[in-house]
């Protein structure tokens, strides 16, 4: 059973770049073909897909928020990194790390990360 635990700073001021984490547990992210996704839900509105990091480290992000992200990993402690630039309060919103395996979907239970001064 595959277990996802994200953590984050809970508040962040107008353009910093805060660190998300997702701690993975009951499988490996180095495991062939899985990848490994981070999607937030600002208040009130649908979820939106930022990017994914795959079993071999490539990287894929949303066109849209492409410029500001950077998906990292590390396989030693079997976790992956979120890197946002330049928070708004735009970007205040519930950040979930998810991955799909074995026709199973697993989410992580989020991490609110509030933009403001």
């Known amino acids: 059973q595959v277990q996802l635990q994200e953590s984050g700073p809970g508040l962040v001021k107008p353009s910093q770049t805060p660190s998300l984490t997702c701690i993975v547990s009951?499988?490996?992210?180095?495991?062939?073909?899985?990848?490994w996704h981070w999607i937030r839900q600002p208040p009130g509105k649908g979820l939106e897909w930022i990017g994914c990091?795959?079993?071999?480290?490539?990287?894929f992000y949303s066109a849209s928020l492409e410029s500001r992200t950077f998906i990292s990993r590390d396989t030693s402690k079997n976790q992956f990194t979120l890197q946002l630039s330049s928070m708004t309060p735009e970007d205040t919103a519930v950040y979930y790390c998810?991955?799909?395996?074995?026709?199973?979907?697993?989410w992580g239970k989020g991490t609110l990360v509030t933009v403001s001064s």
């Open positions: 998810y991955t799909w395996i074995g026709r199973v979907n697993y």
């Open positions: 009951g499988g490996s992210i180095t495991t062939k073909y899985y990848y």
């Open positions: 990091i795959g079993f071999g480290g490539n990287t």
